[in-house]
């Protein structure tokens, strides 16, 4: 990687404070700090919603492919589906490709709760999250957090 960098003239005091990585992060805790309070009243913690509309949205998973595909460690996704499990929001059922394998997928309770209770107040973190942009800003940052995401993936395939 002999080319130059286009930051190379930032200082490295840069990353310390106002670094991208840095503003990132502390978006990255803001938005958590957000949506952990405006689920905290349905007894939810963030993980557990990334779980359930990923169920909804995807279909019924195994433990293992939501672990992977959301970033959480395998044990810490076996006490989050344990825990929406013991309230009623997510069922565990065989895998009718892989009898070996449970897949987890959203009870009746879990589907209503989250269309009708999260969701609004899913929505309405974000709103708070994306207050100081306009629509169009908000559409763009979108844009960007999406390709800076899947940049990296695409990138990958095309190298190797």
């Known amino acids: 990687m002999s080319a130059e960098s286009p930051n190379s003239d930032i200082p490295l005091s840069y990353f310390a ?3 991208t990585g840095v503003l990132l992060g502390k978006a990255g805790d803001l938005f958590d700090e957000l949506l952990e ?3 905290e009243p349905f007894g939810l913690r963030s993980k557990d919603v990334i779980v359930l509309t990923a169920i909804d949205s ?3 998973q195994s433990q293992q492919q939501l672990a992977r595909t959301h970033g ?3 044990t810490t996704m076996v006490s989050v589906v344990d825990g929406l499990e013991r309230l009623g929001l997510v069922q565990r059922a065989r895998n009718p490709d892989d009898r070996r394998k449970y897949a987890i997928g959203l009870t009746s309770e879990g589907q ?3 269309r009708h209770k999260l969701g609004p107040a899913m929505l309405n973190a974000l709103d708070t999250f ?9 559409e763009m940052f979108g ?3 999406w390709r800076l995401v899947h940049h990296r993936g ?7």
């Open 154 to 160: 695409d990138a990958a395939r095309t190298d190797g």
């Open 37 to 39: 309070a405006a689920v």
């Open 143 to 145: 844009t960007f957090l």
């Open 17 to 19: 404070t106002g670094a």
């Open 112 to 114: 209503a709760l989250l």
């Open 58 to 60: 995807m279909g019924p």
């Open 72 to 74: 959480i460690d395998r």
């Open 130 to 138: 994306l207050a100081p942009f306009t629509p169009d800003e908000r």
